[in-house]
């Protein structure tokens, strides 16, 4: 008899994910024959890197049982930073990295407290918030443009052994994997699965929910820099269509929009699923106007496969 191949739950829950992601590959494939060239791939690690980073953004959020839709108007304002506090020089471009960095981490603070202390629902504030951060952003920059230092953009598109796109999104993916196994990280897992019986466990938990949104700011602002890089310049508009794209590459990676399950693994390839979507209309020669209809039919059934799933658990507990 031949002995049954076991995966643990964690990855057979992510085997459906895989198989759609392979059947993507394919059908891209077919669609663009240079996919698998190093420059096609350096090329597309540079282009999915703003999803993947602000859709591991909403994770960290979701993961405690709440979502942000700031998000894509934070990524819009750390664009905007990043193009107005760039200096040509070395130093001039790691002081604009790390401003942006500390800007981002500072509107993850704020809405952190205001939904952990406002007492209002994460939607509500996450809202609201969006709307400032749009607001702060058109004021740094009013229009697009800015000065984005030729030396980084060029290193952000450049063809290399190890793409721009890639190094960017793996120290976040390194610094997550290393966070999620220390007492904050498992205090986060923990407040999103039973906020009530975290707190009685000794879990600070309004503590978590804050630590989340500045993950969340930090990753964003991330994925900012990158993307002033990638454009070479600023623009206050241009995060708005991945607020609802990150909820849905996370949902579509298994994380749980009620908190505390799920894997970042996931929402990367979830991420990856979205841009490759997208790419397919763009080589299919569907009209861009499409995309909209696309990522609002992605979010329902991601949305509605994920209920389904649950309640099956839920139906076998």
């Not at 981002?104 to 709307?131: D, E, M, N, Q």
Request: charged share 5%; aromatic share 8%; glycine share 12%.
């Amino acid at each position: 008899m031949f002995r049954v191949l076991r995966l643990p739950r964690h990855h057979r829950e992510l085997v459906p994910l895989y198989v759609f992601f392979a059947v993507l590959l394919i059908v891209n494939l077919a669609l663009d024959p240079q996919m698998f060239t190093f420059a096609r791939i350096s090329t597309l690690s540079v282009q999915f890197m703003p999803l993947i980073l602000v859709a591991m953004a909403q994770t960290a959020v979701m993961l405690t049982g709440g979502i942000d839709l700031s998000v894509g108007a934070v990524l819009s304002l750390m664009v905007s930073i990043s193009a107005v506090t760039m200096q040509d020089s070395p130093g001039g471009i790691a002081l604009s990295i790390v401003a942006t960095i500390l800007c981002g981490a500072a509107t993850g603070l704020f809405t952190g407290l205001g939904v952990t202390y406002g007492r209002l629902p994460a939607i509500i504030v996450t809202l609201a918030t969006s709307y400032l951060w749009h607001g702060v952003a058109l004021l740094v920059l009013p229009v697009p443009g800015g000065h984005v230092a030729p030396t980084f953009t060029g290193w952000v598109t450049s063809v290399a052994v190890v793409p721009a796109g890639v190094i960017l999104v793996v120290i976040p993916l390194l610094f997550w994997k290393f966070f999620k196994n220390t007492r904050p990280g498992v205090s986060l897992y923990a407040t999103g699965n039973n906020a009530h019986a975290a707190y009685v466990n000794g879990i600070r938990t309004n503590r978590a929910r804050i630590t989340a949104y500045v993950l969340a700011g930090v990753f964003t602002a991330v994925a900012g820099v990158g993307l002033s890089g990638q454009i070479g310049s600023g623009d206050p508009n241009i995060g708005s269509p991945y607020t609802l794209n990150s909820v849905a590459a996370s949902i579509l990676g298994g994380i749980s929009f009620l908190g505390g399950q799920g894997q970042m693994k996931g929402t990367v390839i979830g991420a990856i699923i979205v841009g490759s979507l997208m790419n397919i209309l763009f080589f299919a020669g569907i009209s861009p106007f499409y995309q909209y209809v696309v990522q609002g039919l992605i979010l329902v059934v991601a949305i509605g496969l994920k209920t389904i799933a649950q309640g099956r658990k839920g139906g076998q507990a």
